[in-house]
């Protein structure tokens, strides 16, 4: 693919490997990043991508850091946002962009939720904005779910997901932009249900988190919820889901165990306490571990 400029709003958790990703495949990258602490930490930050993948160091001279949003983004063919999961900032965003950059170029929101279509909603060029929800850590899961809004041009999906692919990703062409996607639909399903039966005690969140991870957790990198349906046939799926699916958790709204989590500032590995209780060496691990397990899988 012809090398493209590339620029990333955001250096934090996802803009910083999404701004590797590309600079590690050739494109030049610019990184916009507001916050002084954040640009400061990014280049020991992109460094150690490097080690981690085994690539030399000198993919990071192909980004540059900048404090302003202005010169990162023009002459760039591609904006990939990856601001706050904040409407209102995001949409101030790419009416900012829509000032600065060539009428040709790609508006694309990393949002884990929101939907495209309503941060590009008050534009006048609709038809380049595209959501492409990459997964963190975004320079090691290989999915990015491209999300076509209701003005989207085929050009635009297109383009996105040939340039997505060169990176060594795999793309997911998303027909209707709904919240969450399918992912992330998919995975908050899990998780609702997952905090019901804490919160219910039926079992403590280790013993939870060990039947996902050593049970229906194992195979689901290469047999997916559907293929599984498939393969024990529909006629049992249907007889477990007339017993179990009248029994699901049903709320309509994040239940109020972990709201009462937050409030309490028990907010996971960061505090300390979350679902469970980490020492810096514990949360430090399963980063480890997630990293490392991800990179084995990229280079297998």
């Known amino acids: 693919m012809t090398c493209k400029t590339i620029a990333v709003v955001g250096g934090g958790l996802m803009g910083h490997g999404i701004a590797f990703l590309f600079a590690a495949t050739g ?28 690539r030399d160091r000198a993919v990071v001279q192909e980004i540059a850091i900048h404090e302003r949003l202005a010169p990162a983004a023009a002459g760039s063919d591609v904006v990939f946002e990856a601001a706050p999961e904040k409407l209102a900032l995001k949409r101030a965003l790419f009416a900012e962009l829509e000032d600065v950059v060539a009428p040709e170029t790609i508006l694309a929101s990393n ?45 635009t999906i297109t383009a996105t997901m040939d340039l997505l692919r060169a990176a060594g990703k795999a793309p997911v062409h998303v027909r209707r932009d709904i919240p969450g996607f399918i992912g992330n639909r998919l995975q908050h399903a899990l998780k609702r249900e997952a905090i019901a039966l804490l919160a219910a005690g039926v079992a403590d ?25 498939d393969l024990v046939g529909l006629d049992l799926t249907l007889d477990i889901q007339e017993t179990l699916v009248p029994h699901l958790d049903r709320s309509a709204e994040p239940t ?22 980490w020492t810096r060496e514990e949360a430090d691990a399963v980063r480890e571990r997630l990293n490392r397990t991800l990179a084995a899988r990229r280079d297998g």
Not at 256 to 277: C, I, P, Q, S
């Open 27 to 54: 494109h030049p990258v610019r990184i916009f990043e507001p916050t002084e602490a954040v640009r400061a930490a990014l280049p020991d930050r992109l460094a150690g991508l490097c080690d981690l993948l085994g």
């Open 111 to 155: 949002s884990s939720a929101i939907p495209s279509t309503e941060i590009g909603r008050h534009l006048t060029r609709r038809g380049r904005v595209v959501g492409t929800h990459f997964w963190n850590p975004p320079h090691l899961v290989p999915l990015v779910e491209v999300i076509q809004t209701e003005w989207t041009t085929d050009a």
């Open 205 to 229: 969140a280790a013993t939870i988190d060990t039947v996902v991870k050593t049970g229906f957790g194992a195979r689901l990198a290469v047999l997916g919820p559907l293929e599984q349906c």
């Open 256 to 277: 109020d165990f972990l709201r009462r989590k937050v409030a309490e500032g028990k907010l996971g590995m960061k505090t300390g306490e979350g679902f469970r209780t």
